[in-house]
């Protein structure tokens, strides 16, 4: 389970990201990462050691929540690995999307697609 502290969770925080940040494409999954900018929002107190991460997996992914559901706890537990080997680069929030394309995809294919959108993101 991906600790607290790193959980993109309050609707501010996602509002300040979706007007902020800037969109990275891959093949079956979308980011939108914006680099920390403390002075900027003063008042949210964000420092540039935070590193916020969400994800979103709509009901364009499928209709079935069980599916969605895979799909998130698969995303969830490959950044929590990748956090805890500390590949990930801090001051950052990031919103990790799910196309449709990813329903069927194996675990070894979703690791791989989030390794390179995270590197073209610039956080690997």
């Avoid at 309050?10 to 002075?39: C, H, Q, S, T, Y």
């Avoid at 999307?97 to 610039?122: D, H, P, Q, S």
């Amino acid at each position: 389970m991906l600790p607290t502290k790193y959980r993109l969770v309050k609707m501010k925080d996602f509002e300040i990201l979706m007007k902020e940040g800037r969109f990275v494409n891959g093949n079956f999954l979308n980011a939108k990462i914006w680099k920390i900018e403390p002075d900027k929002y003063p008042r949210r107190k964000y420092t540039v050691d935070d590193l916020h991460i969400g994800f979103a997996v709509g009901l364009g992914v499928s209709k079935k929540a069980v599916v969605r559901n895979r799909v998130k706890r698969q995303l969830r537990e490959i950044v929590r690995l990748l956090l805890k080997d500390e590949k990930i680069k801090h001051g950052y929030h990031v919103l990790v999307m799910a196309k449709k394309e990813i329903v069927g995809k194996e675990y070894n294919e979703i690791k791989t697609e989030t390794e390179i959108l995270l590197k073209r993101c610039g956080l690997l």
